[in-house]
């Protein structure tokens, strides 16, 4: 199959589903491997964003998935009479940067970062696709396990966890610096 014909399949295949489809899944129906099937949903994404067409084609980690071209949202809103999504609390936001920075997550360790009770808030956030369950803890009492979702991803225009900005405060390996330096003591410090 020629690379043309790769971007115009692959391109039904995204129409037609209308969610996320991975990469492996389009890579079996095009009958292709995964760089040939890259290549071809990156000149298919290309020619959306050079010819200024409605429709863009984006990637979520390892899944691709067609959507409306965010500047023409509101005119979208209006032909589907579609309300506004509600903007996120300052609440949700909290929740979500835990989510996404530490996943998978428990409600208690939520709880303790930010120094609240967070069920309401999960809650909302498991009702609007931002999060879901991934899993229990393997600890007493088997805490459910939540993670960000493609929902998340999509939402907050990212291709991959990998893109979010570097926490401050935070090392490499997710450990929370409580002091001036890392892994400094306080005699160190000049402290003791």
Do not use: W
């Not at 489809?21 to 020619?47: K, N, Q």
């Amino acid at each position: 199959m020629e690379n043309k014909e790769m971007q115009i399949a692959a391109e039904g295949i995204l129409f037609a589903s209308g969610e996320p489809v991975h990469i492996s899944r389009i890579c079996m129906a095009l009958g292709t491997d995964r760089p040939r099937a890259e290549e071809a949903l990156r000149r298919l994404g290309d020619y959306y964003a050079y010819e200024r067409r409605g429709i863009r084609l984006v990637r979520m980690e390892d899944s691709y998935q067609l959507c409306s071209a965010p500047e023409y949202a509101e005119i979208i809103r209006r032909a589907f009479e579609i309300r506004k999504t509600a903007k996120l609390s300052q609440p949700a936001l909290e929740v979500l940067a835990i989510a996404a920075y530490y996943q998978p997550v428990t409600r208690a360790q939520v709880d303790q970062i930010r120094g609240v009770d967070s069920a309401y808030t999960i809650g909302l956030l498991l009702d609007r696709g931002l999060i879901e369950e991934c899993g229990q803890l393997q600890a007493p009492g088997r805490p459910r396990l939540y993670r960000t979702t493609q929902g998340f991803l999509r939402a907050f225009h990212l291709a991959s966890l990998e893109e979010l900005p570097p926490l401050p405060g935070v090392e490499e390996g997710g450990q929370m610096r409580l002091d001036g330096a890392a892994g400094e003591t306080a005699e160190e410090r000049g402290e003791a």
